[in-house]
């Protein structure tokens, strides 16, 4: 297989897992406190820049079939995701790899919210971050350190 074909296969796949995730979970997916499981995976662009196409493809389906907040929340949400992906794959201190899904949802998701529920902004940035902190944190660092202890999967990843 050559290396677009690998390259197209790893984003597909992250792109399916992250769908998933959010639209198996919409309760925690969608509103005005969200812990997206699927959030864990914006730590992935620290192995194999594929994660990068792999998470904005996945949430902008996410979104698309799932949220409940229109196609704000598609283009808002989705852009703020590949944002936040290309800027995680240029941080060098693995520690701070999920600080920009953190920030960036932080404060572009209460605009969303905002504007289609009425939910007033600046609460909001501390809730939807807070979700982010509990998702990114709490289940993509210990999925980086993971990966990161495993040269397998690693290699698999970066392959």
Do not use: H
Not at 29 to 40: C, D, I, K, N
Not at 54 to 66: D, I, M, W
Request: aromatic letters at 12%; proline letters at 7%.
């Amino acid at each position: 297989m050559n290396s677009r074909t690998k390259y197209l296969v790893k984003a597909g796949i992250i792109a399916s897992i992250y769908a998933a995730l959010t639209l198996l979970l919409p309760f925690l997916s969608y509103g005005g406190l969200q812990v997206r499981f699927s959030e864990a995976l914006t730590v992935l662009p620290w192995f194999t820049p594929a994660a990068i196409p792999g998470l904005f493809a996945g949430c902008l389906l996410a979104n698309f079939f799932g949220s409940p907040l229109g196609m704000l929340d598609v283009v808002v949400g989705s852009l703020s995701t590949l944002v936040a992906a290309w800027m995680a794959s240029k941080i060098k201190n693995k520690k701070l790899v999920p600080l920009p899904s953190i920030v960036i949802n932080a404060l572009a998701i209460p605009y969303v919210l905002f504007k289609v529920l009425s939910i007033p902004y600046l609460p909001s940035v501390f809730w939807v971050g807070l979700g982010q902190t509990l998702a990114v944190y709490g289940l993509g660092y210990p999925l980086l350190n993971f990966i990161d202890k495993s040269e397998k999967l690693k290699e698999l990843i970066k392959k």
